[in-house]
C-alpha cells in the first residue's frame, strides 16, 4: 500500500521514502511573533515552512479562531479590559480546573476588539514589542493567507490545524470537527492530496473525523510523555499515550490515522544529566505500522533544550535548537514542529 500525503513527502508500510522531512510552523513563527496571529503565519511562510499550524478553538457564536487555549489571559489583553471583567471565570476543562477569560464565552465581534500579546515574555522579550498590535485570527482568514502566499511564493503552503479539547468543546455545543470539515471543504482542500494535516491528542475525534464527518485529508495523533488521551480517560478507556504508542498500539492506531505526533524526547530520550541520549525505537515501531513520525516541539531558548545543548545559564538564551532537531532527522523522523521555521530550514539543509 502506497500512501502519498502533502507535498514531497510519500510513506509506504514498512518501508519509507521521505523527498524532504516536512517543516511545520508551530503556532507560525513564534519565536520572532506573537503566536498564533498571521503574522506570526506569514513570517514562517517566508522563512522557508512547509505548513503553518493553527490551534482551534470556538467562540460563543461557533467561530473558529486560532489560540493555544481557549483561555486567553496570557495572549491577549482582556485581563486589562473592563469591558469583560464580568465574563472572568473558572472552569473545569479536560479534567482541570483553569481561572480565566475564554474564547466561547466571547462573540466573534467581541473576541476581535481584543488584541494579541506575547505568550513567553520572559523567555522571549522582544516579541513583546509586537504586543497590542495584532488580533485573533479566524480559521477563515488563515485559508485566505495560505492561498495567497503559495501563489506569491510559487509552492504549495500547507496547514496543519490542531482541534483544542475537542470533547470539552463538543461537550458545551460547540464543536470544532464540522465547521473544520466545512471550512476545509469551501477552501477545496478536503481531499486527500491537499496540503492539510488535522492533528488531534484525542483519538476519538479523529476517528469520526475520517469515518462520519467526510475528512478527506491525513490525520496525525497527538501523543504527551505521559497521561492518556482525556475522551479515552472520560469514557473510563484504560489506555494512556504509551499504550498507544506500543507496537500493538500503534498497528491500532494505524486503522484511523495517518502519523503521529509524539513529545520530541517520546523519540530521542534524556540521559540523568538531562542531556540528549540515544533515539528510542518509537521511529522504528510507527514507520513498521505504516504511520509517520512529527515530532514537537523544537525551540532554540535553553529553557526547553537539554543540557549539553545550552548555551549559558540564561533559561531565555539561544541554545543549539539545529543540533536537536538535526539528531531527530538522524533518528528518522519525517517531518517535525518548530517555533523557529528559520532554524528549522538550516537543521533541515
Request: aromatic share 6%; charged share 25%.
Amino acid at each position: 500500500m502506497c500512501l502519498t500525503w502533502g507535498p514531497g513527502t510519500r510513506f509506504r508500510r514498512r518501508a519509507r521514502l521521505v523527498a524532504e522531512p516536512l517543516l511545520i510552523a508551530h503556532r507560525g513563527a513564534s519565536g520572532a511573533r506573537p503566536e498564533h496571529t498571521l503574522e506570526a503565519y506569514e513570517l514562517a511562510a517566508r522563512w522557508g515552512a512547509d505548513y503553518l499550524e493553527p490551534d482551534l478553538v470556538a467562540t460563543a457564536d461557533g467561530q473558529l479562531v486560532a489560540r493555544h487555549e481557549n483561555e486567553i489571559s496570557a495572549t491577549t489583553d482582556i485581563a486589562e479590559r473592563a469591558e469583560f471583567a464580568d465574563r472572568r471565570g473558572t472552569k473545569v476543562i479536560d479534567g482541570v480546573e483553569v481561572a480565566g477569560w475564554f474564547t466561547e464565552d466571547l462573540t466573534l465581534a467581541e473576541l476581535r476588539t481584543l488584541r494579541c500579546r506575547e505568550r513567553l515574555p520572559a523567555l522571549r522579550p522582544d516579541n513583546t514589542a509586537y504586543d497590542g498590535q495584532f488580533t485573533v485570527p479566524t480559521l477563515g482568514e488563515i485559508l485566505d493567507l495560505r492561498s495567497r502566499l503559495s501563489e506569491e511564493l510559487g509552492r504549495k503552503i500547507g496547514l496543519y490545524p490542531e482541534t483544542k479539547h475537542p470533547t470539552y468543546f463538543r461537550g458545551i455545543g460547540l464543536p470544532l470537527e464540522e465547521p473544520l470539515v466545512a471550512a476545509l471543504t469551501a477552501a477545496g482542500l478536503n481531499r486527500r492530496d491537499a496540503p492539510v494535516f488535522v492533528q488531534s491528542f484525542e483519538l476519538g475525534n479523529l476517528i469520526a473525523l475520517r469515518r462520519d464527518l467526510g475528512l478527506a485529508v491525513p490525520t496525525i495523533f497527538l501523543a504527551a510523555e505521559e497521561g492518556a488521551p482525556y475522551d479515552l480517560e472520560s469514557s473510563g478507556d484504560p489506555r494512556t499515550f504509551a499504550d498507544l504508542l506500543t507496537p500493538a498500539g500503534l498497528a491500532e492506531l494505524a486503522r484511523w490515522v495517518s502519523g503521529i505526533g509524539p513529545h520530541k524526547d517520546l523519540v530521542i530520550g534524556r540521559s540523568e544529566d538531562g542531556s540528549l541520549a540515544g533515539p528510542t525505537p518509537l521511529v522504528a515501531r510507527a514507520h513498521a505500522a505504516g504511520l509517520a513520525v512529527h515530532p514537537w516541539t523544537f525551540r532554540r531558548e535553553n529553557e526547553f533544550l537539554p543540557t549539553d545543548l545550552r548555551q549559558g545559564t540564561d533559561p531565555g538564551a539561544a541554545g543549539d535548537v539545529v543540533a536537536e532537531i538535526r539528531a531527530h532527522l538522524a533518528a528518522g523522523v519525517d517531518g517535525f514542529f518548530t517555533d523557529h521555521p528559520d532554524l528549522g530550514v538550516l537543521a533541515r539543509g
